[in-house]
C-alpha cells in the first residue's frame, strides 16, 4: 500500500512541475506587459507604446549590431549630418521585429518600465531618458562653432508631438530638452481662467535646431545615443557614466491610432513579460527610475 502511495504522490508531483514548467515557458509579446490605458479615445488620438531599454555602457547590441536591422535613411541627410555631429542615432525597424530586440523589449531587466501613452494630436509630451545627472556638460556643434553647456541638476527629455498623416499612419516631431536647476514656485494662470496658482517649474534648455520628423506605420523607432561621440547632447542624454553602474539607453516607439481600446497591433512573439499598468493621465512618459542594477 505505502508502495502506491509513493508511486502516486511522484505522478502528482511530475504534473505539477510540468504545469509550472509550461507556464514559465510560454512566449508572450512585450505588448503583453502593457495594461490598457486611461485617457483619451476618438478620431484625433494617437496611441504610442513607449519603452526605454537600459543596458551596460558600451554595450555592442544597442552600438552596433541592432543597427545593422535598421533604416537610419529615414532622417533627410542635411538633418541627419546635424544629429550625427551632435552625438544622436535614429532609425525604423519594420517587418520581422529582430529576436535581439524582442528579447530586450520583453526583459524586466533591460526593460523595466514600458508605457502606453494616449495623447491628443498637436500635443506636445515630454518623454523622460533617465534619472537626473548631477552635472551635464557637452558641446553643441552648429555652423563649425561649437558651443561649451554646462547643466547642474540636469534631465535629459524629448518632447515629443504626434499628428495623424493624410494615408493613416503617425507624423511624430521630437525636440531634445535638458529641464535644470532647482524647481521654483511660479505663478500661472489656472486652466480655467479662473485667477492664478503657483506652478512648480524648472528652467528648461529647448534645442528646436536639432528637432526632427519621422513618419511611421507599424514599423518600431529606435533613438539612442553615438557611442563615438562623446561629449555631445546625444551622448548626454542616453549614454551615462555618472550612474553608480555605468548605463546606455535606447528609446523605443511604436505608434497606432487609439480609436478602439479593444484593438491592438500585430505583435511580435517574444519571451516572458509580465503586465505592468500605465500611467492615469497617460499623455506623459516619465522614465525616473535609477536602478543602476548589474546586468
Known sequence: MRHW??????????????????????PTSWLDRFLQPAGPVGPDTIQMDVALIEKPFGDSYLN??????????????????????NGFRIGQIGGITPVGLQLLLASERSCANPRRIRCLQDKANKLVLGPESPT?????????????????????????????????????????????????????????????????????ERYAQFAWEVTLGNEFLIVGGRYEKPHTLGHECFLRRDEQNPVQRLLVIRTHRAEKPSEEPAAPVATDGKAVRSPAGACQA???????SQR
Open 64 to 85: 552596433r549590431d541592432l543597427w545593422n536591422d535598421a533604416d537610419e535613411q529615414i532622417i533627410p541627410l542635411e538633418n541627419k549630418a546635424v544629429l550625427e555631429d
Open 136 to 204: 551635464c556638460s557637452f558641446q553643441l556643434g552648429t555652423d563649425g562653432n561649437p558651443t561649451e553647456v554646462n547643466l547642474d541638476k540636469a534631465q535629459c527629455t524629448l518632447e515629443v508631438t504626434a499628428s495623424l498623416s493624410a494615408d493613416g499612419r503617425t507624423k511624430l516631431r521630437f525636440v531634445p530638452q535638458v529641464f535644470h536647476g532647482d524647481t521654483s514656485l511660479l505663478p500661472r494662470p489656472a486652466g480655467d481662467l479662473s485667477g492664478w496658482i503657483l506652478k512648480e517649474e524648472r528652467a528648461v
Open 286 to 292: 516619465s522614465y525616473t527610475t535609477a536602478r543602476g
Open 5 to 26: 502511495q509513493a508511486i502516486l504522490l511522484g505522478l502528482l508531483a511530475s504534473m505539477m512541475l510540468g504545469c509550472v514548467s509550461n507556464r514559465n515557458a510560454r
